[in-house]
């Protein structure tokens, strides 16, 4: 090894879920919205000055921040904007997390968490979800450098509510405590009102889910100004304009068709509580979610097998080879067409 | 002050130029082009298939890849796609500078070197350029953790040619060696034709000045494939999807109109070589420049005067209040029209 390899960074990243590139896969295994986004977004994008994208972005995306400000009953020193919520996230660890303390969060979470903590030197304590993948909130009443809870949590698919919330909060006085809603609109408490109360917490959300903006890169948190005018320091240590103007005037239109969103997002909340029935139906034990994916398992078939048989048919969910959840399939909620495909195959799968 | 606010990162942000939002302000203190994205970027964006960005995008951006790596005879494992080169760069650094010894970089060059190594704890070191600005490269011979220059240097616009970067790479076989080649399509030499040669050596560049993307943020390296794959990794700890899909298929079809890239490139040398040749009549002292933009100070007026007369005309410039260079002006190189409102207004404050 040559002297300039040793100063290397050796890590080991995320490795996210396979993304084929073929229109006959149904592709269930990104947790991606299945319906395209809002057509205001599909009109400002047609509408976009593309002979005015010689011009720098607006380095804090203000326009966005300003709707979301409203949209909450905040002002926009209340609110960040990134690069997707993982910019928001890995960017919130750098800005919070500089005590010695461990940082504490659920063994059975969303796995960048310990990524950037490998990658940010912050050290952390994992508190074990119960047997029934429930949070303890008694785990985060000890001492720490801060919390993180994903809520609702992936890839379990539950969520917790608000007394569950301000528990946490009640007890954690002293460090950063950061709520990831990437799943939050459907449907679940968020904890976004609690902002103008407790001045250390960050509540973090995206439009990649509920907003079907996946490939649009667009990420938001929500804090006091004291949290958020440190993040929006760090940000601007590191890369000043993450959000381009496309992405920018995409979101914005976004986030004002209120109508469309509730709409898609009611659908697939009722796709999938309908794809729920009928996986318990085949005999699945499916946990009871607050997001647009199903947690699931069977008693008679282990989750690769299922999870092969089903990739040899062109259908693609999520298995994760990880401890306690070896056994068990994230699937995203599709259109009611691709949950009739899966469901078909697995009846054919199951009742022969 | 509470006891968590004890772990917020305490960091001075980067302080970018004014981004003035009137359309009557002629803005020539951003280095952004004047001239719009090529017509081919404009066509791909109107035909953007807005309905798939549910979709994450290429995690790795992988048609500008492909077409890059072609484009400087490389294979698509010699090339990194990020968020603008400040997110290449700032990725960079984490990945490459991990030694305890101090990188170099020239005292005079983009401010955004220090932050990054304040915000990643990496020590550095700064090379004082020569009164003429110029970088001495047996000031890079001794032991150090790693050399950053830019190429053409910002703010001063001067360049080197190819033996001084090869002079560099000769005698820094031990550490990662950066060539940051943001401007270097106005006309100088660029190092990606040496990435074969020096496994040490990566090049970054940037859409946002040659080819008028600015506005979508979009930046990539070039370098060996250990490099790139390390960097690769980083990325992958941090935020996989750094490009979103507008900004990918806007870079694509920009890097294949070689001839409006060409075209508009040769424009903006031609009103700068101009504007130079205009401004030494005047009485100012312009360093030769190889960028888009012109380094300048004037004997009998300070550049702060000069600043604040022109910005009072609805010019805005940029004035650095610095050691050493805080009686240069940074100047755009705009349209001719620009130009020409620049000069009439020099013209009337220095011959009265």
Redesign the interface.
């Known amino acids: 090894m040559?002297?300039?390899?040793?100063?290397?960074?050796d890590?080991?990243?995320?490795?996210?879920g396979e993304?084929p590139d073929n229109d006959k896969i149904i592709?269930l295994n990104?947790n991606?919205?299945?319906?395209?986004?809002s057509p205001a977004?599909?009109k400002a994008?047609?509408e976009?000055k593309?002979?005015?994208?010689?011009?720098?972005?607006?380095?804090n995306a203000m326009p966005l921040m300003e709707i979301l400000a409203k949209m909450h009953g905040l002002t926009p020193a209340n609110v960040f904007i990134g690069?997707?919520s993982?910019?928001v996230l890995?960017l919130s660890f750098?800005?919070?997390?500089?005590?010695k303390k461990p940082i504490l969060y659920p063994d059975i979470t969303y796995s960048f968490y310990p990524?950037?903590c490998?990658?940010l030197k912050i050290p952390y304590k994992l508190c074990p979800v119960d047997e029934n993948f429930r949070i303890n909130s008694e785990d985060y009443y000890p001492e720490n450098?801060?919390v993180v809870i994903a809520n609702p949590n992936a890839p379990t698919s539950i969520t917790e509510g608000k007394d569950f919330i301000v528990d946490i909060l009640e007890h954690n006085?002293?460090?950063?405590v950061i709520i990831d809603e990437a799943y939050v609109d459907f449907g679940t408490y968020s904890a976004v009102e609690l902002v103008s109360k407790y001045?250390?917490l960050l509540v973090t959300q995206t439009f990649?889910k509920s907003r079907?903006?996946?490939?649009?890169?667009i990420g938001m948190a929500f804090g006091s100004e004291?949290?958020i005018s440190?993040l929006?320091?760090?940000?601007?240590?590191?890369?000043?304009?993450?959000?381009?103007?496309?992405?920018l005037t995409?979101a914005c239109a976004s986030a004002e068709d209120e109508v469309y969103f509730r709409h898609t997002v009611l659908k697939v909340m009722q796709t999938r509580d309908e794809t729920a029935q009928t996986l318990r139906g085949l005999g699945f034990k499916v946990m009871d979610s607050a997001t647009n994916f199903l947690f699931a398992t069977h008693p008679d078939y282990t989750a690769e097998e299922i999870f092969m048989y089903l990739r040899e048919n062109g259908v693609f969910v999520r298995y994760f080879k990880k401890p306690r959840i070896d056994n068990y399939l994230r699937i995203t909620v599709g259109t009611d067409e691709q949950m009739k495909r899966l469901c078909e195959l697995l009846t054919k799968l199951i009742t022969g």
């Open positions: 040559s002297e300039w390899e040793k100063n290397l960074l890590i080991a990243p995320y490795v996210a993304q592709k990104a991606e919205n299945p319906y395209p986004p977004a599909e994008l047609r976009l593309v002979g005015e994208l010689n011009k720098y972005p607006d380095a690069n997707g993982d910019d890995a750098r800005a919070f997390f500089n005590s990524v950037w490998d990658l450098g801060g006085k002293d460090c950063v001045e250390n990649s079907s903006l996946a490939g649009m890169r004291k949290l440190c929006r320091a760090v940000k601007d240590s590191y890369n000043s304009y993450p959000l381009d103007t496309a992405a995409a």
